[in-house]
């Protein structure tokens, strides 16, 4: 039996870690205090190499799905003339677009929400970590 793992908090980072954990054979349950889906946080995010590197790594999505390419970059002052512009490649994507991606690739079954942590209880062997609805939670590791 590998490692049971919790990862409170479901967003880009819980399901980053979420699935990295799996990657190394780690029984992984994600627990998100939203009581339901996840909201849209905008667009306009840079992306970074590394998380196109571990989304192809571990097949959960491609470099086109995940972002457009843009060619150029402005700055723009606020009466709206450019102030500076540069020709630069950059993927861009959104909050969802990377959200939808990791949510997809972990199994429905080991994501709960409305699932609040509130406190944890550690000794040599095991943490209990807490939820705000009376639920309790054995793991070995809690992230």
Sequence with gaps: MGINAIIAGGSLGGLSAALALRCINCDVNVFER?????????????VQMELINFLKEHDIATEEAISVPTYKRQYIS????????????????????VYRQ??????????????????????????????????????????
């Design 34 to 46: 939203s009581p339901g889906e996840m909201k849209s946080r905008g667009a306009g995010l840079v």
């Design 78 to 97: 606020q009466d709206g003339s450019i102030q500076w512009e540069e020709q630069t490649l950059q993927l861009m994507t959104s909050w969802d677009n």
């Design 102 to 143: 990791l949510r997809n690739a972990l199994q429905n079954n080991l994501y709960h929400n409305a699932k609040r942590l509130t406190g944890f209880k550690q000794n040599k062997d095991y943490v209990v970590a807490e939820f705000g609805d009376g639920h309790n939670e054995k793991c070995d590791l809690l992230g």
